[in-house]
Every structure is written in structure tokens, then in C-alpha cells.
């Protein structure tokens, strides 16, 4: 069972400032190609996981948006970390209609 959840809202720098849609496309596909759970949020996305695991793909989100010529990243993250289990689906059951 996972035991956190991280959200990431990652803003690349880009060298002339070009769109950065493309580069935050780019990040989700590096958390679809890991295989956790995830949502899309218009700000952020929340992943579920190990947070070992989870850490692990912030670190190539970022590693590829230097990959793609940006200059730095800013990547604010929240982690909710809960060793007995954590859910995206627990967290949020009472608000589903």
C-alpha cells in the first residue's frame, strides 16, 4: 500500500522565454511513463506512492527539463506521508458525489 501522497506544481525556466505548457506536458509524461497513480489539477498534479519512489520521479521531472534547455526549475511540492497508508481516494471519499 502507498504510504504518501505528493502534489508537484513544476515552472521551468526557459531561455528565451518560450511557452512553458509544452515543458509541464513533458513532466506529466515522465510521471505516466513511471506507473504511479496520479491526477491532473489546473495547478498541480498529486501523485500516490512510495515516497521514496515518488521523490525519485520529481528528481527526473527535473532532470529533464534541463535535458530540454531550461534554464532552472522551480518545482514546489506537498507531501502527505502516513506509513500505516495513504490515498488519494481516502483523502477526498467525503467530497465524491
Not at 527526473?60 to 506509513?83: A, T
Request: hydrophobic share 40%; charged share 20%; aromatic share 6%.
Amino acid at each position: 500500500m502507498a504510504n504518501s501522497l505528493v502534489s508537484i506544481q513544476i515552472i521551468p525556466k526557459t531561455p528565451n522565454g518560450e511557452p512553458t505548457i509544452p515543458m509541464v506536458d513533458e513532466a506529466i509524461s515522465i510521471i505516466e511513463e513511471s506507473g504511479v497513480k496520479y491526477e491532473v489539477h489546473p495547478l498541480e498534479t498529486t501523485m500516490e506512492g512510495e515516497l521514496t519512489e515518488l521523490f525519485h520521479v520529481i528528481e527526473k521531472m527535473n532532470e529533464r527539463m534541463v535535458e530540454l534547455g531550461c534554464l532552472n526549475v522551480i518545482s514546489q511540492v506537498k507531501v502527505f506521508y502516513q506509513p500505516s497508508g495513504a490515498s488519494m481516494d481516502a483523502l477526498t471519499e467525503k467530497y465524491s458525489q
